[in-house]
């Protein structure tokens, strides 16, 4: 079932420059955007840029700015650690009719992007459930970003989406 889900997506590359591109720029580069507009979401809701005292409003908001921020840095961590213990070779590296639309290194399981994209998105639905919807929906599209580019199984994303949410769930009972 994993090979099949990966077949149908993967069979969506290397038909247009144009939407390969699209996918790269999902896959590799849209984290930094999510981990950036979650700040951002942060400050701004709180509406600590237009306080009196900003400094004063953040340290009565740090909880949130805690939450999203060990969440992130969680996932990525244990999603290393993942990796390095239980060695799942990349699609490349088991099918050589697989070709990447970017180079990637190291072992797929769990995926280290979706994982952090997803504590992030789980850490923000404590915060406000409108917007962790919208940053689970970007979890999840970096996710199948990283399918249709060739460097993770459906099982990868699915774990490092299950880890993220985890992590944020603890977190956020623990602080």
């Keep these: 079932m994993n090979q099949i889900i990966f077949n149908f997506f993967y069979n969506l590359t290397h038909q247009s420059a144009f939407f390969d591109k699209i996918i790269v720029f999902f896959a590799a580069y849209f984290i930094y955007i999510v981990i950036i507009l979650a700040f951002l979401f942060l400050l701004f809701h709180h509406k600590i840029f237009l306080s009196q005292n900003p400094v004063k409003e953040l340290m009565e908001k740090w909880r949130e700015f805690f939450l999203v921020c060990v969440s992130g840095g969680l996932a990525w961590g244990l999603a290393k650690i993942l990796k390095i213990l239980i060695h799942t070779q990349r699609p490349f590296d088991i099918f050589p009719q ?49 399918i249709i580019a060739g460097v993770h199984f459906p099982i990868d994303i699915l774990g490092g989406f299950i880890l993220g949410a985890l992590i944020a769930y603890f977190v956020k009972r623990s602080s």
């Design 98 to 146: 697989v070709q990447s639309l970017f180079v990637e290194t190291g072992y797929a399981f769990p995926s280290g992007h979706t994982a952090v994209a997803s504590a992030v998105a789980f850490a923000l639905f404590f915060t406000n459930k409108k917007v962790g919807y919208v940053f689970m929906f970007f979890a999840l599209l970096i996710g199948f970003a990283r």
